[in-house]
């Protein structure tokens, strides 16, 4: 997955130090829905090119609500955008919700790795 096919606030420069491997465990589910994602955008969405009604498409959407929420919650906002994604729907700009504080580093392929304490 490259860097231009995520928009620039799902992307990072940050990479999982060594000895972080342990602190980044919990990231685990998030990352492996990433990796699903990523793969689907590689090439399934391919093939559909640019339908979406809405900015960012769905499957960028759901990247972005994944990164910043989590799994499970990241995976309802992007059941909820795909339910709204319809033939009748006005799009525009539609940005996943970012959280407050967002605790974790984002790697250039759009993975969440725990911040570096240096």
């Known amino acids: 997955m490259t860097t231009s096919t995520l928009p620039a606030a799902s992307v990072g420069s ?4 060594e000895h972080a491997w342990v602190r980044a465990i919990p990231l685990l589910p998030r ?3 990433l990796g699903v994602l990523h793969a689907y955008r590689a090439t399934v969405s391919r093939l ?4 979406c009604r809405y900015y960012p498409s769905c499957s960028a ?6 990164q910043q929420h989590g799994a499970i919650k990241g995976a309802a906002f992007a059941a909820a955008r795909i339910a709204r994604c319809h033939p ?4 525009g700009i539609d940005d996943p919700p ?3 504080s967002f605790p974790h580093a984002l790697t250039r392929h759009g993975f969440v790795v725990p911040l570096r304490k240096d």
């Open 88 to 91: 009748w729907a006005e799009g």
């Open 31 to 33: 990352n492996a829905l």
């Open 61 to 66: 959407y759901a990247v972005g609500a994944v």
């Open 14 to 17: 940050a990479h999982l130090p």
């Open 98 to 100: 970012a959280r407050a």
């Open 48 to 51: 559909y090119g640019d339908v």
